[in-house]
């Protein structure tokens, strides 16, 4: 699935020690250089996948041959067992299941190496009569680091690692060459888990954090900076770089929004905010830092609160995605709606999959059209085992004819909000700018959506700019594991939300979604001219989205350096220990954010 990226306003502007800042090193030679001239010890480069470490290590080894000393290459790749064991090992986490796997809950990079591999590596480490350079991913494991001299750490992020993953172009555990056998579960499900662990660990040992997003170009952190950069990010509120893709039932609102993206056509999903998205981080050197925002975690307390720290450790447990419904002229259901699918609850997900938190969703109608509309739930008459009989049969290749028949459907104004609690059927219906907010049931952002029915259309082909790819997948019989057949009387009473006004002042009013009992987020929404005022409580990490206005500020009312600003259809992740903050109305005219936040904290 190809992925677009837009980058305005995604900077985050933080200020560090004048130390930290300049000893921070840019630019692919001037890193070497400075590393080179380090020490003449054994050196690690470990990272993450998709980095070209062979390229690192033998320019660094040049550097270090011109100034006199000689130099010993160990490839990291030697150290892993044959592929076809990796397979095997990765077998009980890619399972049978067409759709999904079960994650690796333990294990860790040292599990697919060879012990005689390792203990060679020590001897050739241990020889001081040259600079060792290890590279590559688990370069530098537990086992090395009585060894080495220096440890650096390369990062990627999530979006490169997919496209990758998606052309064909990773190289996986061990090899050398794109694996050409690779299954995506393996990465969604084993080998990130084993990847996160060694970074886990790397971030209590490196020595550098080596930032390597900009073709042939490198900025080398030294630790104590990296360290002094994150603490601090975690004190602001959070920019993320927002992601397109295009789809079946995508739209054309995204054209008159002024993103910066060239080349999307037919936009289907826009995620805003979420755990597998990059950060940009600007703290006065030459230019921003990639990473992945998951690194933040490292100060999870401080960032989604110390109850979900403690409940959910590593977890990143909120999603804001923006759902373009607009067309510009008139279209059928099948073309505009999202398939129709349901989501799996906290214990279902832990039961067939090792995640640990459901998807719990959230429609908010942040525009409505002529014609907007949502699907939710099933018709009070409906036939629903006839619904899965037909489902079945269709495999989402032959069409269901008459699928309007099962499903109930809602007309949408701006301002409405549809609870969507797991087993609920339900899809976008299009002709709206849905503000969709999830919980997010995984440490790396894997999606659990059921498919049960798309419509047997074709899906969209971005080589060709068309609608000429194959029908999506369907997820069946997790959607009958799931389903509650939730009916039109119900969803009416229990999940069509209306807002209660709970604070008002001249200058300000805040109003609350009522909720449903096993949503564990509440939705609020802050309405004001020229300024509004919130708390996080010390406790409650904010989801903020801007849907009326063009721009604000958030200031902490403690700190007023601590500011960020948000422009339309913009998400702040406005960290747990932010505190209390004014939002200023930057536009004039009336501003509306919507607040997502977790219940308990």
């Known amino acids: 699935m190809p992925v677009y990226e837009s980058i305005k306003n995604a900077d985050n502007k933080i200020k560090i020690s004048a130390a930290n800042r300049d000893s921070v090193v840019f630019g692919w030679d001037a890193s070497l250089t400075a590393l080179a001239e380090k020490g003449a010890g054994a050196i690690a480069i470990d990272g993450w996948y998709g980095n070209d470490f062979c390229k690192i290590a033998s320019a660094l080894a040049k550097k270090i041959e011109a100034a006199g000393r000689s130099v010993d290459l160990i490839d990291a790749t030697t150290l892993f067992k044959s592929r076809e064991e990796i397979i095997a090992y990765n077998q009980p986490y890619v399972t049978d299941d067409p759709g999904f796997g079960k994650v690796n809950r333990t294990g860790v990079i040292e599990d697919i190496m060879k012990p005689d591999a390792i203990e060679a590596a020590r001897t050739r480490l241990a020889d001081s009569s040259k600079t060792t350079v290890i590279y590559g991913v688990g370069a530098s494991i537990k086992a090395f680091e009585d060894l080495l001299d220096i440890k650096c750490y390369v990062d990627n992020t999530h979006q490169r690692v997919q496209w990758d993953m998606w052309t064909g172009k990773l190289v996986s555990f061990g090899c050398t060459e794109p694996t050409s056998d690779y299954n995506w579960k393996e990465y969604h499900y084993s080998d990130y888990y084993m990847l996160k662990r060694q970074k886990d660990y790397m971030y209590g040992v490196m020595d550098f954090y080596i930032e390597a997003y900009e073709e042939n170009d490198l900025v080398l952190v030294?630790?104590?900076?990296?360290?002094?950069?994150?603490?601090?990010?975690v004190k602001y509120p959070i920019h993320e770089v927002k992601i397109f893709s295009p789809g079946p039932w995508g739209a054309y609102r995204f054209e008159q929004m002024?993103?910066?993206?060239?080349?999307?056509?037919?936009?289907?999903?826009?995620?805003?905010?979420?755990?597998?998205?990059?950060?940009?981080?600007?703290?006065?050197?030459?230019?921003?830092?990639n990473m992945p925002m998951l690194n933040a975690m490292q100060y999870g307390k401080e960032l989604v609160g110390e109850l979900i720290d403690k409940q959910y450790p590593g977890l990143f447990p909120l999603d804001i995605w923006l759902d373009d419904g607009w067309h510009p002229t008139p279209q059928p259901a099948e073309r505009i709606s999202m398939p129709m699918h349901i989501h799996p609850s906290s214990k279902y997900v832990a039961d067939h999959f090792d995640e640990p938190l459901g998807r719990y969703e959230t429609y908010y109608i942040a525009e409505a059209y002529e014609g907007a509309n949502t699907w939710m739930g099933f018709k009070?008459?409906?036939?629903?085992?006839?619904?899965?009989?037909?489902?079945?049969?269709?495999?989402?290749?032959?069409?269901?004819e008459n699928w309007k028949d099962f499903i109930a459907n809602w007309s949408s104004k701006e301002g409405d909000l549809y609870l969507i609690p797991p087993g609920t059927m339900h899809g976008h219906g299009?002709?709206?700018?849905?503000?969709?907010?999830?919980?997010?049931?995984?440490?790396?952002?894997?999606?659990?959506?059921?498919?049960?029915?798309?419509?047997?259309?074709?899906?969209?082909?971005?080589?060709?700019?068309?609608?000429?790819?194959?029908?999506?997948?369907?997820?069946?019989?997790?959607g009958r594991n799931m389903e509650k057949t939730r009916r039109e009387s119900w969803v009416k009473d229990h999940l069509l939300s209306t807002p209660k006004v709970v604070k008002w002042t001249p200058e300000y009013f805040i109003d609350r979604y009522k909720s449903y009992s096993v949503m564990p987020y509440e939705v609020e929404r802050i309405h004001f001219e020229k300024c509004g005022q919130l708390s996080t409580e010390g406790k409650f990490m904010h989801m903020l989205t801007l849907t009326v206005g063009s721009k604000v500020t958030v200031i902490s009312k403690k700190d007023p350096e601590l500011k960020a600003d948000c422009d339309k259809f913009q998400t702040l992740v406005i960290p747990a220990s932010f505190g209390d903050y004014e939002i200023i109305n930057e536009a004039g005219g009336r501003a509306t954010c919507v607040i997502q936040r977790w219940k308990k904290g």
């Open 430 to 478: 299009g002709n709206q700018m849905v503000l969709e907010m999830d919980t997010n049931p995984s440490i790396n952002g894997t999606e659990y959506s059921f498919f049960e029915y798309d419509f047997a259309r074709p899906s969209w082909d971005d080589n060709a700019k068309s609608m000429t790819g194959k029908p999506l997948k369907m997820h069946l019989e997790h």
């Open 222 to 233: 030294p630790r104590a900076a990296y360290d002094e950069i994150m603490s601090t990010l």
């Open 258 to 289: 002024d993103y910066g993206v060239e080349g999307l056509s037919n936009n289907a999903w826009n995620k805003i905010a979420g755990p597998e998205l990059r950060i940009r981080i600007d703290f006065g050197g030459k230019r921003s830092i």
């Open 380 to 400: 009070d008459d409906a036939d629903t085992e006839e619904w899965e009989r037909l489902c079945e049969e269709s495999q989402n290749i032959k069409p269901i």
